[in-house]
């Protein structure tokens, strides 16, 4: 055992704060974990927020990380509902709710972000809700039922969810979307166009090309939405999701180095050596894709905790996993590896026919590719036990290996043979 005598602190109580204190005390670590969270709930994955729960498929229990005895059994100090307020790098200190500071040795901020909220008229209607939050997701739950009618702003990944949550619970769906196609930042054109279709083939209507003006109600409860363009749509529940910010508040007051989240080495160390960030956060250099990048996604939090927790504890363990994300929405599941920024890839290869026939989702594998033939990233849509050998595509692609087009488009083609 070792660390006897230090005090490690952990600022957010998130996935990744919580897999960073599993992994500190199974790699031996001795000394104090003191985990912090603003939230009243023990730590939880937000996936089923906007997947399995909301969908009332799984029970509010399968979200949390550990049972609620894991943390007085292996001795975390649990704080929630509390507020990290100032961390002084100097003096090794972390404030909380402005009370006698707390000495660390090491110190990982994990504090994910928070929702961006439209400041717009009407924006107190009750009615208006986002999704980030155990509580959130419940409230919502309770909303989506026969009979209503929502309407969803923003079509990324948590306004899609939504939707097909929506329509599962038997409620009318409108989505509204500045941009051409749901996703396309994302996707790109093509793969945006799949799930433009799918939601159609499910009763979900877009507005695409227009924002909101502002959420028209009555008696201080929302009835309608205003669109830019003076329509407007009826609406007893709207659901605003236009993206997350990263909560920097924190790092900025400390000193660190901060550019679109807590900017840190590929050891997840800050510019402070005895603070490390990752999660939503961090804006980690990636020694893979050669760059700085922010992940917002699930295995980012689960896979960056535990590399975090062995860099605090001193291991040479560099953070190198790809980006991953996955998406459940009707009858379509996908798991999505690699990182492509928009209009930085030449073509998408499909593996397999992307169509939706007869209302029903199709198979494929996507391939983002540029014009010399590397893989940048790579998409199973109903396609499983693939990520392995897609992720080998896209990690020889980051290395400059090429593949011919023809057989990637091929299914009759191994993925394994791709690369021989």
Partial sequence: ??????????????????????????????????????????????????????????????AFVHDGGWYSANDVE?????????????????????????????????????????????SDNLGIRYLRTMIDSDGLRADLRPGRQVAIIGAGWIGLEVAAAARHHGASTTVVEVDSLPLRRVLGDEVATVYANLHRAHGVDFRFGVGIRE????????????????????????????????????????????????????QLRT??????????????????????????????????????????????SVYDKLPYFYSDQYDLGMEYSGYVEPGKYDAVVFRGDPSIVDGKAPEFIAFWVDSVGQVLAGMNANVWDVV?????????????????????????????????
Wanted: hydrophobic letters at 40%; glycine letters at 12%; charged letters at 25%.
């Fill in 1 to 62: 055992m070792s660390g006897e005598g230090q005090t490690f602190v952990i600022v957010g109580a998130s996935l990744a704060g919580a897999k960073a204190a599993e992994t500190l005390r199974t790699e031996g670590f001795a000394g104090r974990i003191v985990l912090i969270g603003e939230d009243t709930e023990r730590p939880y994955e937000r996936p089923p927020l906007s997947k399995g729960y909301l969908l009332g498929k799984d029970p509010r229990d399968k």
């Fill in 215 to 266: 959420f028209g109600g009555a008696g201080g409860r929302l009835t309608h939405v205003v669109l830019e363009d003076g329509s407007e749509i009826p609406a007893d529940v709207a659901v605003v999701g236009v993206g997350i910010r990263p909560a920097t508040e924190l790092a900025e007051a400390a000193g660190l180095q901060v550019d679109n989240g807590i900017v840190t080495d590929g």
């Fill in 78 to 122: 649990l704080l929630l509902g509390v507020t990290a307020t100032a961390v002084d790098a100097k003096a090794h200190t972390v404030t909380v709710d402005g009370i006698e500071p707390l000495r660390y040795d090491k110190l990982l901020l994990a504090t994910g972000s928070r929702v961006r909220r439209l400041e717009i008229p009407g």
């Fill in 271 to 316: 510019s402070d050596p005895d603070i490390f960030a990752c999660g939503d956060v961090a804006n980690s250099y990636h020694p893979i894709l050669k760059r700085q990048i922010r992940v917002e996604h699930w295995a980012n939090a689960q896979n960056g905790g535990k590399a975090a927790a062995l860099s605090m504890l001193g291991r040479d």
């Fill in 388 to 420: 392995k050998p897609i992720q080998n595509l896209v990690r020889a692609g980051c290395a400059g290996k090429t593949v011919d087009l023809d057989r990637l488009a091929d299914p009759n083609v191994p993925l394994e043979d791709l690369l021989t």
